[in-house]
């Protein structure tokens, strides 16, 4: 069955540093999107990204933030210049669109910042 | 914010069925009602959607009432592997890319 991978599953950066967290949607699907979650707390959307551009974005997602496919399989979100705050798990998701709108996630990249 | 309501947690034997109410009296009519789960820390898992119609598959059983205000999770024989975070979402269909908004969801507790 198709799933949503995502690498690193673990990465520990020092504030400040720069991160790039890596996902691979299904590989039908069109859209994608980032979510993370604070140790304890909900799941919060970050982003959607579709046909090659930022669909929508809460406000979490502030310019520290960014998103890319740089080629046909992978997606990928950016911290600039992480900070302690940024510390949580980060899911990526992918969804058929076109009517099929059913999210699928991934099993996340655990995110410490030191 | 989440537009449903569900109970903070409930435990369950193992075996039996285990129900997790959510309640969503807002909803309106092209909103569909979606169920996830979160088992520890790992990625959220779809199990069902519906509109109106109760629905089945392999997971679970969604009960969904005349009026749509509330909606019933059942997993017919829990086991433990089924120990998680369930969360009840009301999402528009054929929206695009609208987020899904997490509320606290239910934590089930099956018990041996």
């Known amino acids: 069955e198709p799933e949503v991978t995502q690498t690193p599953s673990h990465q520990v950066t020092q504030m400040g540093q720069e991160v790039i967290l890596r996902c691979v949607p299904i590989s039908n699907h069109l859209y994608f999107y980032w979510y993370r979650q604070i140790l304890g707390q909900k799941v919060e959307f970050l982003v959607s990204?579709?046909?090659?551009?930022?669909?929508?974005k809460s406000e979490i997602f502030d310019d520290q933030f960014s998103v890319e496919r740089p080629d046909g399989s992978n997606f990928t979100l950016k911290i600039r210049s992480t900070k302690l705050e940024d510390s949580a798990m980060y899911f990526c998701a992918s969804s058929e669109g076109r009517g099929g709108e059913t999210q699928y996630f991934g099993p996340g990249t655990r995110l410490l910042v030191l | 914010d989440a537009k449903t309501t569900q109970p903070p947690s409930m435990d369950c034997a193992e075996g039996r069925a285990a129900n997790l109410p959510c309640n969503h009296s807002t909803i309106s009519g092209n909103e569909y009602v979606y169920w996830y789960r979160q088992i520890h820390s790992q990625g959220p898992q779809y199990i069902i959607h519906?509109?109106?119609n109760n629905e089945t598959n392999e997971m679970a059983s969604l009960i969904i009432t005349e009026d749509r205000k509330s909606s019933t999770l059942i997993l017919p024989h829990a086991t433990l592997r089924d120990t998680a975070v369930y969360y009840c979402?009301?999402?528009?269909?054929?929206?695009?890319?609208?987020?899904?908004?997490f509320g606290k969801g239910t934590r089930l507790s099956v018990i041996a």
């Open positions: 519906g509109l109106k």
């Open positions: 990204f579709y046909n090659n551009e930022i669909s929508e």
């Open positions: 979402i009301v999402r528009l269909w054929n929206s695009g890319n609208t987020p899904l908004v």
